[in-house]
Antibody, heavy 115, light 108 residues
Framework: QVQLVESGGGLVKPGGSLRLSCAASGFIFSDYYMSWIRQAPGRGLEWVSYISGSGTTIYYADSVKGRFTVSRDNAKNSLFLQMKSLRAEDTAVYYC????????WGQGTLVTVSS | DIQMTQSPSSLSASVGDRVTITCQASQDINNNLNWYQQKPGTAPKVLIYDASTLETGVPSRFSGSGSGTDFTFTISSLQPEDVATYYCQHYDSLPPYTFGQGTKLEIK
């Protein structure tokens, strides 16, 4: 069965960096576009980034452009989100999702940006 | 960028009631629209994709309709387990794949 498992969240100071991972299983990972979506505490959902199956097509939300970098390792069935220059407003649960109608999501990993 | 306007932001209804949520896109998104259900502490779950197609395993009391810019999500007979927050999201053409603001549904 399809499974997505995020990891790498934690507490980081403003201006710091963090790298999130998403381990995929149960499907041919390289065949699918993938996305990161986040949800600040008590708030709605915000689409963050998108990467094609080959990794050659990438998009970001304006709110993270220039600070976040999405990548993937198809040999290891893994998706990544490198986050730098983190701000308090980046505090959120970060989800990875398969972009086939966003049909499968991970359980999320919490990133807290606070001094 | 395409904006998604969802209403209402909150809703209280009785068990057995028919519940309707609307979502309006700022431009034509064809039928490239998802409806999600999110319960506290869990990831969103797709209920409806392509605006009106029920995801496998989702009860038939849930339905979606609409095309172009105007979309509707309906629960035909509200059940206690339907208490959740519901979101629309477009996935037309290129990102950003914007979400609606969400509708918090409670039992009266």
């Amino acid at each position: 069965q399809v499974q997505l498992v995020e990891s790498g969240g934690g507490l980081v100071k403003p201006g710091g960096s963090l790298r999130l991972s998403c381990a995929a299983s149960g499907f041919i990972f390289s065949d699918y576009y993938m996305s990161w979506i986040r949800q600040a505490p008590g708030r709605g959902l915000e689409w963050v980034s998108y990467i094609s199956g080959s990794g050659t097509t990438i998009y970001y939300a304006d709110s993270v452009k220039g600070r976040f970098t999405v990548s993937r390792d198809n040999a290891k069935n893994s998706l990544f989100l490198q986050m730098k220059s983190l701000r308090a407003e980046d505090t959120a649960v970060y989800y990875c999702a398969r972009v086939a109608n966003f049909d499968y999501w991970g359980q999320g990993t919490l990133v807290t940006v606070s001094s | 960028d395409i904006q998604m306007t969802q209403s209402p932001s909150s809703l209280s209804a009785s068990v057995g009631d028919r519940v309707t949520i609307t979502c309006q896109a700022s431009q034509d998104i064809n039928n490239n629209l998802n409806w999600y259900q999110q319960k506290p502490g869990t990831a969103p779950k797709v209920l409806i994709y392509d605006a009106s197609t029920l995801e496998t395993g989702v009860p038939s009391r849930f339905s979606g309709s609409g095309s172009g810019t105007d979309f509707t999500f309906t629960i035909s007979s509200l059940q206690p387990e339907d208490v959740a927050t519901y979101y629309c999201q477009h996935y037309d053409s290129l990102p950003p794949y914007t979400f609606g603001q969400g509708t918090k549904l409670e039992i009266k």
